[in-house]
């Protein structure tokens, strides 16, 4: 692909430059990182609840039991360190405490939102149910959603934190909407109010957040409307004063704010390769379950975005070897040079074993850092060479 492409600089949607871009994921490079080369090791976001922690929250939600408020906390608290620090002594580079405060991506958020209300459980595949929400009034910003989440996490970690959140579209299509004219109306309100969100947690220190839209690969004539979304989340992240306020990327995000958009369960070619056009950093993409049948879609054009690369399943109970997932990891630098390479799990891990959950991440990691190691070495010839912003 010749000439200039719509992630190597400034474009009408508001992109960022490659330069940029990886000088803002260097940042989350250990200092003694033993190989030349560095691929991202992190998680999507949730990860298996110990069991006590689903426990407290019966006993808490129970009228007749003596569980308080404070022991609910003091239990969600418990669970944030001791998850935290597994995904550390897996030796993740970039850690989530496992989403150990939410209980739904969408149901989490919709309880937090102005204008949502909750009629009862509905089912969603085989026995699985969750409290699907109602949009009955104009969505507010009421409360902060996750600041608390990420300053207690950030407290207790040693490693830098991402932030997941659910985007405004799933939050938009995953909920009944019962006041707004269409589902692209109430969106876009959402999405002002994702970036109110993003904005605090920026104040906070957050430095690597990720957007979740599970739902637009499998709504993929929608894929204009995430764009709008994204641009009106981008949008004014820099007055927070992250940075002095000041930004070589774009007039929206700060140098050392890190932007990812995590999609999952879709056909990826009905939106690639407009995709291309979000204001964000890094795809996170869910090819390992499909044994890498779509890897094929990104490489024409030129994927040049960073790619975080699902590199194992979340969706099967066994633990891939190391072996295989240096394969899977392989794949990925196919499509980008290492520089440009996240490798994390398909998707979320909540509903594995925890110690099948954790094999996968300390066999990810070791493969990781095995792969820098041929890389360094020569061992692997990567064919898909970094372009300069400039050619």
Known sequence: MSGESPRDSKNERGGTTRESRNDARNQFRP??????????????????????????RELYEDPDADFDEDAWEEAQNDASRLITKEHERAGLDVVVDGEMRRNEMVEYFAHRISGYEFNGPVKVWGHNYFDKPSVVTDVEYDETWLVDEY???????????????????????????????????????????????????????????????????????????????????????????????QSNRSDAVPDDVYLGLHVCYGDYSRIYPEMLDYPVDEFDLELANGD??????????????????????????????????????????????????????????KLLPREVAYGKMANMVQAAREVEAELDSGKIDVRNAPVSADD
């Open 31 to 56: 200092e003694d990182h033993d190989n030349d080369h560095f691929i991202l090791t992190t998680i999507v976001g949730s990860y298996p609840k110990p069991k006590w922690v689903d426990r407290s």
């Open 151 to 245: 300053e207690f996490t950030s407290e207790v970690a040693d490693r830098p934190v991402k932030v997941p959140i659910t985007g405004p579209y799933t939050l938009a299509s995953w909920s009944f909407n019962e006041a707004y004219d269409d589902e692209e109306s109430l969106a876009y309100d959402l999405a002002d109010l994702v970036n109110e969100e993003i904005k605090k947690l920026v104040e906070s220190g957050a430095r690597y957040i990720q957007i979740d839209e599970p739902a637009l690969a499998t709504t993929p004539d929608d894929h204009a409307i995430v764009g709008e979304c994204l641009e009106r989340i981008a949008d004014g992240i820099s007055v927070s004063g992250a940075n002095g306020g």
């Open 292 to 349: 890498y049948d779509q890897l094929d879609v990104f490489r024409d054009p030129e994927f040049t975005a960073n790619l975080a690369l699902g590199v194992t399943d979340a969706h099967t109970a066994e633990v891939e070897s190391v072996e295989e997932i240096k394969e899977n990891i392989k794949k990925g630098l196919e499509i980008v040079p290492p520089e440009q390479l996240t490798v994390s799990p398909d998707c979320g891990l």
